[in-house]
């Protein structure tokens, strides 16, 4: 019995901790719990580190852990919930960067001794530089300190393609002589330089694919450091999050019908621009009174959130409207498409902080067969997700993607602000249908304006 | 016969991963991925060996502190961000 031998049974008992609190995270009802025992386990793997008998010197890790825990605290309880996009790519990022210093400081220390060394040491620096800046720039995009539109300038491909070159090619010499310190050096600045690129031409509403890549790519970054450092327990949780990364990306693609390849080099919103043909039809508007009075003889109601509803911070507004229909014996739910926010369960998270109870909120899947038998569907913020040109128009750049069937509802109220297009620069024909009434101004005031309509009546 | 042994662990790693979390529903994928970020500061414990065995010359100080900082934040951040959100999810009050 030494004491590595009972470090790693530590990070045995850890990795079924981290493992079980992913497990319990399968329901809302012991989700905390997970996360506690999740908590608990990284708790045990770092006092087994710190006693481990390895560390000689602390002033420096006490200093990281201070900083550390300053930072992530206030952060943390600062956030508010509309920001929980930006404040997950920016923790993806901390942990790429993280990864890149530790593999760094092993190659700078122990230098790399075989080829398989040199491997996982060259993928831990390609991977964890690109995902570093590549989270950056999905956290200005997320936090608005970068414009999010697609960002294109000419020759992007083939600055592109002369990156992925010049890594793999000095990827190849490095591995040939792993000694080389400046061929290290230039591999992780072009990775970091490569990860910008990557991300900046991908615009807001592929955010959702983008952010899950981010995260696959952080748990890969995690895996191959723990190669580079032959640390079983990285290599595990490494594996979790890639796992999880991957799981999202697909469900992600999956709502948007399109292929992780074409999200992540098509810039669909820059490129795609088709005006729409045909007879130009009258979306028609109603007024707040009119609406009022359609809402109070509703026996059921469906609630359509999308970005907008995030932009406008509306969710506290909606969860009134939602409480006062149903004192008025009005049935209320929520429909949430997959792809609706900036990242996945985006639109969750805002209404579960408006105290609306999750047994209100639908997925996709189970409301749509429920559309016709609703009364009022209202769709605040969103836009694609409800078009149903994605049904029938095979032309349009959102044929075959799945959406929720608001045009089904026997009449629909669409809360936006002008009639312009949504992100793919289309033009939803759900707007010009019979049963659709659009109510145009902030989302926030038009629900609140309506709260307000239904609190007066009740006097 | 190490590097067999660690792939060994890599494979089985992520078949339980996709076991696990095809299971989480879509109302958590939120909460879901902050965890990720939690459990990915475990990159904490090779930060702790580069700030506290290997940290010899400016350069390795640097890199090492930093990496137990942005380990540390992740792990902090993540956690404490997961539990503020998880404690959110309401059932439905009976009243």
């Known amino acids: 019995m030494n004491n590595e031998f009972f470090v790693n049974l530590v990070y045995i008992v850890s990795s079924i901790l981290f493992a079980s609190g992913l497990k319990f995270l399968g329901s809302p009802l012991t989700a905390r719990k997970g996360n506690f025992l999740s908590a608990l386990g990284m708790l045990l793997a770092i006092v087994a580190t710190l006693f481990s008998g390895h560390l000689i010197s602390f002033q420096w890790i006490i200093l990281g852990i201070v900083i550390g825990t300053a930072l992530g605290a206030f952060v943390a309880v600062r956030a508010a919930m509309t920001q929980m996009p930006e404040m997950i790519a920016l923790l993806h990022g901390c942990g790429a960067l993280a990864s890149v210093f530790v593999d760094w400081t092993a190659y700078h220390v122990h230098g790399a001794h075989d080829l398989t060394g040199a491997i996982t040491l060259y993928l831990s620096i390609v991977i964890g530089g690109l995902t570093f800046t590549g989270s950056v720039i999905a956290w200005g995009k997320l936090s608005e300190r970068i414009p999010g539109k697609p960002l294109l300038f000419a020759g992007q491909r083939i600055v592109n393609l002369g990156l992925i070159i010049s890594i793999v090619v000095l990827g190849i010499m490095f591995l040939m002589n792993p000694a080389r310190y400046d061929l290290f050096l230039i591999i992780l600045g072009l990775s970091l330089l490569f990860g910008i690129f990557l991300v900046i031409p991908i615009g807001g509403a592929d955010m959702p694919v983008v952010i899950s890549v981010l995260n696959s790519y952080s748990g890969v970054v995690a895996c191959t450091t723990g190669f580079v450092i032959h640390n079983t327990l990285l290599i595990v949780v490494g594996a979790l999050v890639g796992a999880n990364g991957i799981i999202l990306s697909i469900i992600m693609c999956k709502a948007m019908n399109r292929s992780i390849t074409n999200v992540l080099f098509g810039a669909f919103g820059a490129v795609v621009k088709k005006k729409a043909d045909g007879e130009k039809k009258d979306a028609k508007a109603v007024s707040l009174e009119d609406a009022f009075l359609i809402l109070e003889n509703a026996k059921s109601a469906v609630i359509v959130p999308g970005y907008g509803l995030a932009v406008a911070q509306a969710q506290h507004a909606v969860r009134e409207l939602g409480e006062l229909l149903e004192k008025n014996g009005c049935d209320v739910k929520y429909a949430i498409h997959p792809v609706a926010g900036r990242m996945p369960g985006h639109m969750n998270v805002l209404l579960a902080e408006a105290n609306i109870p999750y047994e209100q909120l639908y997925e996709m899947d189970s409301i749509n067969p429920l559309m016709e038998t609703v009364d009022v569907c209202m769709i605040i913020g969103a836009n694609d997700v409800v078009n149903p040109a994605s049904r029938h128009d095979q032309s349009s750049p959102i044929y075959g993607m799945p959406i929720i069937n608001a045009d089904k509802a026997k009449t629909v109220f669409v809360l936006k602000r002008s009639m312009n297009t949504g992100f793919a620069g289309i033009e939803n024909e759900l707007f010009y249908y019979d049963n659709t009434r659009m109510i145009f101004g902030d989302a926030k005031q038009t629900v609140q304006g309506l709260v307000a309509e239904f609190k007066n009546a009740a006097k | ?93 009976s009243a």
Do not use: D, Q, W
């Open chain 2, 1 to 93: 016969m190490e590097l067999i042994y660690l792939l060994f662990i890599l494979v089985l790693s992520i078949f339980l991963g996709f076991a696990l979390i095809s299971r989480v529903p879509p109302l958590l994928h939120t909460p879901l991925m902050s965890e990720a970020n939690a459990i990915c500061g475990i990159i904490i414990i090779g930060a702790l060996i580069a700030a506290g065995a290997e940290a010899t010359s400016t350069l390795t100080i640097i890199l090492g502190t930093s990496a137990v900082a942005l380990a540390t934040f992740n792990v902090v951040g993540g956690y404490l961000v997961t539990e503020r959100m998880l404690k959110m999810f309401k059932k439905k009050e």
